[in-house]
């Protein structure tokens, strides 16, 4: 089918569409909620830039991911097998397996403290509670992959309605906000959190799976035979749910800084901001944080089991049950949570040091994605990234190293 009509191409993208969405639960899961409630209570709105700043290069990557996945008809991790030599594969697996680990332990912090706000339930045995929910949600795995991206998608949006519910109580200044999302300012005091919010954005397990996903979209491959038009589809889905995301991000920030940080309030843990929440804003506020928190552990920890499912998978050449993987990385996700939280750790340091370590990892996740997207006998000399593709994947980077460097640099007390 070389041509066809407007109405046509419309039906196609609506049965394509729901990739984007899926992948944009790990934008908005409880490490973006530790670290934008974090950048919002502690600098304003300053750091606003930087969740614009990572949500493009994060649609920026999506995009890379899934163009991968279309024009080769393999996923990263398995680009990664063909491609690279036994010990680079290795390496990029354990450092893959890290961020899912990271990732995991975010996803049973944030449910577990959830579960707290709505239920008073312990932490501890909140955390282990967290650890069975999305076996219950993957149990829809055998009605076909469509069912869990609806459920997924479900709560996306039930997400971003609480979040307009938050937004419209706290009133936030929108000239502050027009003015941070586009001028940069940062510090060696906030830098830790700028790279936190970078990291919990763009997520490495996230771009995994989305070249991996395009696969349950091979009916329409066949349809629409050229893989230029189903790029443009993914395109434009990647941009509306990322887009979604990123406002969804800003919002959790801008709340931050109009309700805590212009009263002056120190906010040391996400127990401490949905408690001030409703004084504050009322019961309605505090209702609609705890809910949408719950949805954000729950759907973003069946994103990263999917996720770690095919990082295995596309780096080992092995199948493995999707539910014995989950009770093994639940298992090392779970115990250190617990132990943690028995001993009282900061769960919003917890969730900042997750993301930081997803950060750290990040470049081991990209540079082989724009490596592969680079190539020509890779992607085909019709599918390669352009010469403006290209400059802008090396800025990325850039951006994304230099972060890091300065990280490492001010944490370990060098001077530059």
């Known amino acids: 089918m070389s041509e066809i009509s407007g109405r046509q191409k419309t039906l196609y993208f609506l049965k394509f569409i729901g990739l984007g969405l899926v992948v944009g639960v790990a934008y908005v899961d409880p490490g973006n909620w530790g670290t934008d409630i974090a950048a919002g209570s502690k600098f304003g709105y300053s750091l606003l830039w930087v969740v614009v700043m990572s949500n493009l290069i994060g649609i920026f990557m999506q995009y890379l991911s899934s163009k991968l996945g279309i024009a080769t008809g393999m996923s990263l991790s398995e680009n990664c097998r063909e491609n690279f030599s036994k010990h680079k594969t290795i390496g990029l ?7 899912v680990i990271a990732t995991d332990l975010a996803e049973v912090v944030g449910a577990a403290i959830a579960i707290f706000l709505l239920f008073k339930i312990p932490l501890i045995y909140g955390a282990m509670l967290a650890s069975l929910d999305t076996l219950l949600i993957l149990g829809l795995e055998k009605f076909g992959m469509r069912k869990i991206e609806a459920v997924i998608i479900g709560m996306m949006v039930l997400i971003g309605c609480a979040y307009l519910i938050e937004i419209n109580l706290a009133q936030p200044d929108w000239n502050q906000i027009a003015y941070h999302a586009v001028v940069p300012s940062l510090n060696h005091n906030s830098l830790i959190i700028a790279v936190g919010i970078l990291g919990a954005t763009v997520m490495p397990h996230a771009i995994f799976l989305h070249s991996a996903m395009t696969k349950t979209r091979k009916t329409i491959f066949d349809v629409l035979k050229t893989p230029k038009r189903i790029i443009r589809f993914s395109l434009m889905d990647t941009v509306v749910a990322l887009v979604f995301a990123g406002l969804i991000n800003g919002a959790i920030l801008v709340m931050s800084a109009a309700t805590f940080y212009q009263k002056n309030l120190a906010i040391e843990s996400i ?16 209702l609609a944080f705890g809910v949408a928190l719950l949805a954000s552990g ?50 919003l340091d917890l969730l900042v040091i997750s993301q930081v370590i997803l950060s750290l990892q990040l470049p081991f996740t990209i540079i082989p994605l724009v490596y592969f997207t680079n190539n020509k006998k890779i992607m085909g000399a019709d599918y390669s990234n352009r010469i403006l593709t290209k400059t802008l994947a090396i800025i990325c980077i850039g951006v994304i190293i230099i972060l890091n460097v300065l990280l490492v640099i001010f944490q370990f007390g060098l001077k530059l």
Do not use: M
């Open 93 to 99: 697996w354990i450092s893959a397996e890290i961020a």
């Open 271 to 286: 127990q401490t901001a949905y408690q001030t929440l409703s004084p504050l804003l009322g019961n309605v506020s505090g």
């Open 298 to 347: 729950i759907a973003s920890s069946v994103v990263a089991t999917l996720s770690g499912q095919v990082i295995f998978e596309g780096f080992t050449k092995l199948r493995t049950n999707l539910w014995k993987r989950r009770i093994v990385i639940r298992s090392i996700t779970v115990v250190p949570a617990v132990i943690a939280l028995y001993y009282g750790a900061n769960t």
